[in-house]
């Protein structure tokens, strides 16, 4: 399918009824008169990290689309176009609302159900993955997140890092972990994390998480290394029984670069590694 008719593909975008009001929600659809092989549903990253990677995560949505996948993006409670405000924001929140999208579309759409998420929204997959009560077929993880304080810590170092291109005085490293601690919610970038998103954050590990479903991982690999050792929670998985599938690719972490990337390579990848699935659409009449 050329680029014109996979950007000409029907899209349809609505609201959600949710919990605390609506969410905002993209519905990438097969070519028009061809039933759908399954359905795709895409969580994406955190706090600014969205914004800057939506581009990509459509550009990958229409070609599953092309493929044959109904293919839903729905923006989290507090996140993007959806109700509520990122500092009310909370993880069980978040999991509630991938189960509604995944249950709204398994309704809609016969044949497998995928989760596929991009950094905290790979580790909110996986999370959701060990306590899913709708079956999922596969998990597919781009550039996963697999330690929440890590990510907090990380968030955090932004709002030092802020504080002192503004000139303003240095705040000590530890001093937003202490607010947190005593309940306090912190600014940081424009963004209110309250201490119950971040406490619970803290506490997801993808190690504690082991997948019941294929894994297909995706990881950055900066031009001209050497191409990463399969990642030591990839490897503990398979040794537990898991099926885990890992690529790279070289475009760029397009998830906080100040430039819009188009990621052929990603997109590549991704039909490369998860070709036994996607490619069941050839054998439809």
Not at 2 to 10: D, G, Q
Not at 43 to 49: D, G, I, N, S
Not at 77 to 96: L, P
Request: proline share 8%; hydrophobic share 45%; with cysteine.
């Amino acid at each position: 399918m050329s680029r014109a008719a996979i950007e000409a593909l029907p899209l349809l975008p609505f609201f959600l009824p949710a919990s605390g009001g609506q969410r905002y929600c993209l519905l990438h659809l097969p070519p028009p008169g061809r039933s759908a092989r399954g359905g795709i549903v895409y969580v994406h990253p955190f706090a600014e990290e969205l914004n800057k990677s939506r581009h990509v995560a459509a550009a990958q949505a229409r070609a599953f689309a092309a493929a044959g996948y109904s293919v839903l993006q729905i923006d989290l409670f507090g996140c993007g176009d959806s109700s509520g405000d990122f500092g009310e924001a909370r993880w069980d929140i978040w999991r509630n609302d991938l189960h509604l999208a995944c249950a709204w579309l398994a309704q809609r759409v016969d044949g497998p159900l995928t989760v596929w998420g991009l950094r905290l929204g790979a580790l909110l997959a996986l999370d959701f993955a060990s306590r899913a009560p709708l079956p999922l077929a596969h998990l597919l993880l781009w550039q996963p997140e697999l330690d929440g304080r890590r990510v907090i810590d990380r968030f955090l170092r932004l709002r030092l890092a802020s504080g002192m291109l503004a000139g303003g005085a240095r705040e000590a490293p530890g001093h937003a972990r202490a607010a947190l601690a005593n309940g306090e919610p912190v600014e940081v970038a424009g963004y209110l994390l309250a201490p119950e998103l971040a406490h619970a954050i803290d506490g997801v590990s993808a190690s504690a998480l082991m997948p019941a479903v294929p894994v297909y991982w995706l990881d950055y690999q900066a031009p001209g290394q050497h191409a990463p050792p399969l990642p030591q929670l990839a490897r503990e998985w398979r040794e537990h029984g898991a099926a885990v599938h890992v690529a790279s690719f070289g475009d760029g972490p397009f998830w906080h670069s100040g430039e819009l990337l188009a990621c052929p390579q990603l997109l590549h990848a991704t039909r490369a590694l998860c070709r036994d699935w996607l490619d069941e659409e050839r054998k439809a009449p």
